[in-house]
């Protein structure tokens, strides 16, 4: 049995799910890894030079056991996250530390503590096989996955699952991701695959998606409310397409940063019209390395209540981290937020603390979402309320290429990776949804 027959199964409209239980599995599958003796090819080069194209691999890799609550997923198509560019780079640290950990936690995560890591944090597919215990879903069912992997035993994690002592990002602090033919995970990762997307098209909302609902929507994040002013860097990138369309949802008022004039097309085309071209206006938050310089901070506060007829931000929508926080900070209003979820220009931030006190700001640390919050954003996605930011399609094996550009900010929205589905626009179940979105779904492609 090869991938091919696998392949054959899913695009044959008369399989069964008793056709799927009944396929023999492959023996080895093709996955994009990295190898841990490779952790140390970047030593001594700038963050920016290190080339995801030469740390990536695509690999013949065997097929994982499966284990109880678990699923083998037939992968038509993945999305890049930043998450992939951070393993590539072997930054801020090898995730081979991460697998070693999960390794040590019982005779079943051993699984996981390999010399190559199979990367990647979504996948649209379909289930191959569940292990005991899985009810939910079927050989056959065609699916997405979001990258929350908890065990659960403890009642930390019992009200908001994030909180959970071993929570990982699958395919990130785990093995077996999406990246691949076939992907490992446990089977509440599993949600129902828009039926109105193709693979592609349905792979590339769910990691950024999800982590933007929560930061931005939920109540364990900013709590977004009709008429906010939502400050969004990288409004036209992966997080910040959905933040972006989440505000406009929602009722608020979304002031996107970009830059350049054709991601500030971009925002205009979603529906925003507060658009902030950081590159033309020459923002510089630093005057060197080590300071930082306030009269920078004022100007951007300026430009914004030009867009706001005098306010300041409700809530900051974070993620560059070290080179924007001053300025976060500085322009949010009075009891205002500003929610973070990441640091991608460096994660020792500084910012002027009195205007944080002394305004009573808050500051809110966020990280993807809770169960929960990641089966409403892709409720979002399914109902036609959100739409994928889908940009460009790579093959598997040009994932590196792909890591690359995302690596180098050379992409827009997100970047598609096609694992089994052999050719783009495959998977669409439901046409008459699909075109009544057709125009927001196609937003972001071939620009
Ligand atoms: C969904 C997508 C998301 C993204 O894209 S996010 C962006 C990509 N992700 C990242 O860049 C994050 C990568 N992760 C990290 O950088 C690290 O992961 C952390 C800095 C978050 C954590 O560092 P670590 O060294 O893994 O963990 P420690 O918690 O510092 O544990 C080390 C030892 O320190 C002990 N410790 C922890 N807290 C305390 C404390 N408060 N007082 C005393 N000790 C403490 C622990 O127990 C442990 O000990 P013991 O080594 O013996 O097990
Ligand atoms: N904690 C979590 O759960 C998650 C964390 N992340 C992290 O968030 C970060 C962003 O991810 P994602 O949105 O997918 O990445 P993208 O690269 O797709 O988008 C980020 C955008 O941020 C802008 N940007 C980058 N650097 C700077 C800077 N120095 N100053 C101002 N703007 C900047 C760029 O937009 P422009 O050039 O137009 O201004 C860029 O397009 C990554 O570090 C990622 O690891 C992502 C998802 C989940």
């Not at 030009?306 to 974070?318: A, K, Y």
Request: glycine fraction near 10%; charge should be negative; include cysteine.
């Amino acid at each position: 049995m090869t991938v091919k027959d696998i392949l054959a199964a899913i695009q044959s409209p008369d399989s069964t799910s008793e056709d799927f239980a009944a396929l023999p599995l492959p023996e080895s599958y093709r996955a994009i890894t990295v190898h841990k003796d490779e952790t140390e090819m970047f030593a001594g080069l700038e963050t920016r030079d290190k080339d995801p194209r030469k740390s990536i691999h695509l690999d013949e890799v065997p097929l994982p056991e499966l284990g109880p609550g678990e699923a083998l997923v037939a992968v038509m198509a993945s999305s890049v996250n930043y998450n992939s560019v951070w393993t590539s780079i072997f930054e801020p640290l090898s995730t081979f530390g991460f697998l070693e950990r999960y390794g040590r936690l019982s005779e079943l995560t051993k699984r996981h503590d390999l010399p190559y890591h199979i990367i990647g944090s979504d996948l649209a597919g379909v289930v191959l096989r569940t292990g005991p215990g899985v009810n939910a879903w079927r050989p056959g069912d065609e699916v997405v996955a979001h990258c929350l992997s908890v065990e659960l035993e403890s009642s930390d994690g019992h009200n908001d699952t994030m909180l959970d002592p071993e929570q990982r990002i699958w395919g990130f602090e785990t093995n077996f991701g999406g990246l691949a033919e076939i992907a490992l995970v446990k089977s509440n990762q599993l949600m129902p695959k828009p039926d109105h997307l193709s693979w592609e098209e349905a792979a590339a909302p769910g990691l950024v998606n999800s982590t933007a609902y929560r930061q931005l929507v939920s109540r364990n994040g900013a709590g977004m409310k009709q008429g906010d002013n939502v400050l969004i860097w990288g409004a036209s990138g992966g997080l910040g397409s959905y933040a972006t369309q989440f505000a406009l949802a929602g009722g608020a008022n979304p002031i996107c940063v970009v830059s350049s004039e054709q991601k500030a097309d971009i925002c205009r085309s979603m529906g925003a019209e507060a658009i902030i071209d950081r590159s033309a206006e020459g923002y510089k938050f630093w005057k060197d390395e080590n300071t930082q310089d306030p009269k920078e901070w004022k100007r951007f506060g300026k430009r914004i209540r030009e867009f706001t007829g005098g306010e300041d931000i409700d809530i900051v929508f974070e993620h560059p981290g070290r080179e924007t926080f001053g300025a976060s900070v500085y322009v949010t209003r009075k009891g205002g937020t500003i929610t973070t979820c990441a640091s991608t220009s460096g994660y020792m931030h500084e910012y002027d603390n009195r205007y944080l006190w002394m305004s009573l700001k808050r500051i809110i640390g966020s990280h993807f979402a809770n169960y929960r919050e990641a089966w409403e954003a892709n409720r979002l996605i399914a109902k036609g309320k959100i739409h994928p930011t889908l940009s460009k399609v790579y093959s598997l094996q040009d994932t590196g290429q792909a890591a690359y550009d995302v690596h180098r900010n050379l992409h827009q929205g997100k970047v598609g990776v096609l694992c089994m589905a052999p050719e783009e626009g495959l998977g669409v179940r439901d046409h008459e949804k699909r075109a009544k979105h057709i125009d927001a779904i196609n937003r972001f492609r071939n620009i």
